[in-house]
């Protein structure tokens, strides 16, 4: 990109060759393709403009080992998501792994404006902020300066994903992480004890998840395989 330049002992500025102004479009054309996939179509239940919310047990081979929770609510323009999970595993009443994260996100028109998580993950702490800065977003962990990623989308899976999505932010720890996202079909499973068609999602970030959606794009399930080969699901309450 040219920028102002010396001419004649003054300060003046350089106009932009042709070539140059077609460079720069594409380049504007690309942040705005980006954004695009960056954006989510938003569960029907958030039409209501009041406050809702998700309640997940957390099982692991049948056995209840703690919770994960969404507050959605609405706010001009958008809505306020509060998560908070709380998951313990363990032995003869002695813990030997812990997870507890509490975030906050601000989304407007489907994409992500900022988020603020702490997260204790079985003693890795950490604490991560970001906001969006045009088609950018800028991320603080712990307290440092921030740095600036592509916009991206929050692991948090509340949300349905789209298949073009590539990238997404870790709430945990703040990373940017490559990011496998595709349709595995249709189901009908049980929901509040009762049966419910829903379209199965993966999402593998080096972490394989299964998660499922109803009709009106609501999370309703998710699997996860543990790292000891054990099932965890997110069962809705």
């Known amino acids: 990109m040219c920028g102002p330049r010396f001419?004649?002992?003054r300060l003046s500025q350089q106009r932009d060759p042709p070539r140059m102004r077609s460079v720069r479009s594409l380049i504007a054309a690309f942040a705005l393709l980006v954004a695009a996939k960056a954006a989510v179509a938003m569960p029907h239940f958030l039409a209501k403009q009041t406050d809702q919310s998700l309640s997940f047990t957390v099982t692991r081979n049948g056995g209840a080992i703690g919770y994960h929770n969404f507050v959605f609510r609405p706010r001009k323009g958008g809505?306020?998501?509060r998560v908070e999970a709380d998951i313990r595993v363990s032995f003869l009443l002695i813990p030997?792994?812990?997870f507890e994260q509490q975030g906050v996100e601000i989304w407007e028109s489907g994409r992500l404006v900022s988020m603020d998580y702490v997260t204790n993950d079985d003693g890795a702490r950490h604490s991560v902020k970001a906001e969006r800065a045009g088609s950018r977003l800028r991320v603080s962990v712990d307290g440092k300066p921030p740095t600036t990623h592509p916009e991206m989308l929050p692991g948090s899976l509340w949300y349905p994903p789209s298949p073009d999505t590539t990238?997404?932010?870790d709430p945990g720890d703040g990373s940017?992480?490559?990011l496998k996202?595709?349709?595995l079909g249709e189901d009908t499973i049980s929901v509040r004890g009762k049966p419910t068609r829903a379209t199965r999602w993966l999402w593998d970030d080096g972490l394989r998840r299964e998660?499922?959606?109803d009709?009106?794009?609501t999370l309703v399930q998710v699997w996860i395989r543990g790292d000891d080969g054990s099932d965890i699901y997110y069962v809705l309450r």
């Open 215 to 217: 009709a009106d794009q």
């Open 96 to 98: 030997f792994f812990v």
């Open 211 to 213: 998660l499922w959606y």
């Open 79 to 81: 809505v306020e998501v």
């Open 167 to 169: 990238m997404m932010l």
């Open 181 to 183: 996202v595709q349709a």
């Open 7 to 9: 001419a004649g002992g």
């Open 176 to 178: 940017p992480t490559p």
